[in-house]
């Protein structure tokens, strides 16, 4: 079992749409969970950063942490095609060398 | 926010030859700088970390004579891959530690023929 799984889709949503992509983890020590996007040929983007059970809200991103579960998930409101990427989730923990543990990614694409 | 600066963006060697890619932060100190290395629709896979005047920490199966890491500064790491093979040919990306996350250069798409 990886320590953190992530649907690697392809996600495909029309133009406007509320876009999930949710990430599971194994390991209870995560105490760090960012979202990042990738376009294609490029580095990782951070999206959401945080650290704490809860929702976040960033313009029409929402990162969401359920420590209980072990779930993280990051809505994307009013998609546009310009959000077609691929979102990596990462995680880590103090103690753990700062290291990120990443989940597989998922693509999506937004459909005009 | 912090950038990172990672150049080349591509470059072709052929096979036997080395390849240098460096890592700048441009507007703070990386005290620790991460590589990766990302095959196509894969997600990326942590090499190497590398700590300003130490010696790189390498996960386990890398080749630590084969990807040659310095960290001389705390804004500069550089990743050497020595005696390049087809079979490194891969999208190298480095990344360093900042206060609100982890910031990730541009990525390098290294070919070897």
């Known amino acids: 079992q990886k320590e953190v799984e992530q649907d690697p889709g392809p996600l495909s949503v029309p133009e406007g749409a509320i876009v999930s992509l949710n990430c599971t983890y194994s390991?209870?020590?995560?105490?760090?969970f960012m979202w990042y996007r990738q376009y294609s040929r490029k580095g990782p983007e951070l999206l959401m950063y945080t650290y704490s059970s809860g929702n976040k809200e960033d313009g029409r991103f929402t990162a969401q942490v359920d420590k209980s579960s072990k779930y993280i998930s990051l809505f994307i409101r009013d998609s546009q095609p310009s959000d077609s990427a691929t979102y990596l989730c990462a995680m880590s923990f103090t103690g753990g060398g700062n290291k990120l543990t990443f989940g597989t990614g998922t693509q999506l694409k937004v459909e005009l | 926010g912090a950038v990172v600066s990672q150049h080349p963006s591509w470059v072709i060697c052929k096979s036997g030859t080395s390849v240098k890619i460096e890592c700048r932060s441009l507007d703070f100190q990386a005290t620790t700088m991460f590589w990766y290395r990302q095959f196509p629709k894969q997600s990326l896979m942590l090499m190497a970390t590398?700590?300003?005047?130490?010696?790189?920490?390498?996960e386990q199966g890398v080749e630590k004579d084969k990807f040659l890491i310095n960290h001389a500064s705390l804004t500069l790491s550089t990743l050497t891959v020595t005696s390049a093979h087809p079979e490194d040919s891969s999208f190298y990306i480095c990344?360093?530690?900042?206060?609100?996350?982890?910031?990730f250069g541009s990525g390098t798409r290294l070919t070897v023929v």
């Open positions: 590398s700590n300003e005047g130490s010696k790189a920490t390498y």
């Open positions: 390991n209870s020590a995560f105490q760090y």
């Open positions: 990344s360093a530690k900042t206060g609100d996350g982890y910031t």
